[in-house]
Every structure is written in structure tokens, then in C-alpha cells.
């Protein structure tokens, strides 16, 4: 399938970004949330990609206005979805909320139509019988700012299409990714996979009160190379992520409700959500793990 319209199901920061990069690489875009507020905030979102892109990719002016006239927002999803040959949802990371949305989207969609989820911890079987089409469903998973962290992540389930996989493969080297095929599913996939025990044990360090974020962002990056620590990368990631799914795991495991509680009363509770809001962690613009003088 010749895939040129693609339709992005919610807008929050993830999903305007997903819709951004898309229509940057030349697609017409549709972008599709629950009401007018949404949109309106989906906008404003949108509205300051086109200066990350020219500091971070050296766009011109030119790109990224173009990428903006290719942009379309809707509330009503059978028109978001009509004539689209890709929809990648990125709605709330909530199981029943997705299936009740994937019921409607398979009623409204062209027959035809691939859907992706675009879910970072609900496994695309959990998902793909609501969306009456299993053949033609697959995960397709970005990490925030994917600009800058262009991993597509492209999740089959036992029953998706080889020929649909192929396709979105195809599709995420085309809107500027570097595709990640997995072939059989994996709860976090590769990249959560490796990244969420180290936030974790980090995190577990800081409650514990063993050491503070700084301390421990700078053991990791002097001792591994790496630029940026595991707080440094929650910041990236937005508190509010790392929250919900300590707060889905603290059910059965009480040290998980203890860094639910702790992210809540510290930061989330204080409006310090990260990069995107300024502060988290770390102060932005300029956080003190880019000072020189941070690793000594």
C-alpha cells in the first residue's frame, strides 16, 4: 500500500509531534482529537515545533511553514479518518479507553485502512480484536522529541499482515525514523526494555534517600559515557509517564506505590513535569548536567 495520508488520533505532546514530523516528510496530515479545547491546545503545541526544528535540524523557515500547510485538525473522527491510509492513534495509556476508541475507529475507517498504536506499556494483542481488522494492526512506537530521538519502534502481533508490517516499516524511514522492526511482541520493546529498569533502580535510589538525582545522573554519565543521566532522560520522557506506570504497578508491589507517591508530592503536584513545563528534575533551558563543571 502507497501510503500518502496519515491521521494521528490525539494530540497531546507525543501525538502533535508524531503529526509534525509527518507532515515535515512531505505527507498530508490529519490530526484528530475529542473536542475544540483539545485542538486548540493541540495547536499551540504544534505552533512551536517549527523553531525546534530549525535549531535542532537546521530547517528553513520554508520547511517548516510547509510542513504546518499540510497539517488539517478535526473532532469528527469519520471525517479525520476517511481516505487515510494510516491512522496512528496515541491516545491515553489506558486499556479500556483504547479498545472503546479502536471499536469506533473500525466502524468509521476505510476497509483497508492500517492502524498503529502507538502505546509504550499495552502489548497491540491486548488490543486487536476491538479493532476488527487484527490483520491490519500493529504497534508503532516513538520516543518523545522525535526530531532529535528518531526511533520507530514497529511491534508486530501474531496476526498482523506481512505485507501491512512491511509497509509501516517502509513508513517510518520515509517521515525520517530509523525503523526498529520487532518481530514478536515484547512488553516495553527494545528500547523500554533496557531503559525502564535503569530509571527505575535510579528512581528507587533517590526514595530510598541513598543519593539525590544529581548524584546519581553523575555516577551514570561519568561511569558509562553517557550525556545525560536517568534523571536528566525522566525529564525528557515528562514525569507524568513514569508516574501512571508506577502508580498501574503499585497494585502489586508496595515500593512502586512509594515512587508514585514520592513523583506526585514533589513534583507532578508542583507543576514540575519536566522540559516541557521548565522544571523538573532540572531547571530548563539550562539544566546543570550541561554545566562544565558538572562531572567534577
Not at 473500525?106 to 498504536?117: C, K, L, M
Not at 520487532?182 to 528507587?204: D, F, M, R
Amino acid at each position: 500500500m502507497d501510503i500518502k495520508t496519515v491521521t494521528v488520533c490525539g494530540s497531546g505532546v507525543l501525538g502533535s509531534q508524531i503529526a509534525y514530523q509527518t507532515a515535515f516528510h512531505g505527507f498530508d496530515v490529519r490530526v484528530y482529537d475529542i473536542n475544540d479545547a483539545a485542538i486548540e491546545k493541540a495547536r499551540a503545541t504544534v505552533g512551536k515545533l517549527p523553531g525546534r526544528y530549525q535549531q535542532d535540524l537546521q530547517a528553513t523557515p520554508e520547511q517548516t511553514q510547509a510542513a504546518l500547510e499540510r497539517l488539517t485538525f478535526h473532532t469528527d473522527l469519520a471525517s479525520a479518518v476517511q481516505g487515510a491510509q494510516l491512522v496512528i492513534e496515541a491516545i491515553p495509556e489506558n486499556i479500556d479507553i483504547k479498545r472503546e476508541f479502536y471499536t469506533r475507529l473500525g466502524q468509521v475507517a476505510d476497509p483497508d485502512t492500517i492502524f498503529a498504536t502507538n502505546s509504550s506499556t499495552l502489548l497491540p494483542s491486548a488490543i486487536m480484536d476491538a479493532t476488527g481488522r487484527p490483520d491490519r494492526f500493529l504497534a508503532l512506537h516513538f520516543a518523545n522529541e522525535i526530531w532529535k530521538f528518531n526511533t520507530a519502534e514497529i511491534m508486530r502481533t501474531p496476526q498482523t499482515d506481512d505485507a501491512v508490517f512491511s509497509t509501516v516499516v517502509a513508513f517510518a524511514g520515509h517521515i525520517g525514523m530509523v525503523a526498529l522492526p520487532l518481530h514478536k511482541e515484547q512488553p516495553g520493546y527494545i528500547l523500554n526494555t533496557l531503559l525502564v529498569p535503569l530509571l527505575g533502580a535510579a528512581l528507587e535510589l533517590v526514595v530510598k534517600g541513598i543519593a539525590d538525582p544529581q548524584t546519581v545522573d553523575k555516577t551514570w554519565m561519568i561511569a558509562t559515557g553517557a550525556p545525560t543521566g536517568p534523571f536528566g532522560i525522566l525529564d525528557v520522557i515528562g514525569l507524568t509517564t513514569p508516574y501512571n506506570i508506577n502508580l498501574a504497578a503499585a497494585k502489586g508491589d508496595p515500593k512502586r506505590a512509594v515512587v508514585a507517591q514520592y513523583l506526585k508530592e514533589n513534583y507532578i503536584d508542583k507543576g514540575k513535569m519536566g522540559t516541557a513545563t521548565g522544571e523538573g528534575f532540572y531547571k530548563y533551558p539550562n539544566p546543570a548536567f550541561l554545566d562544565k563543571d558538572f562531572l567534577k
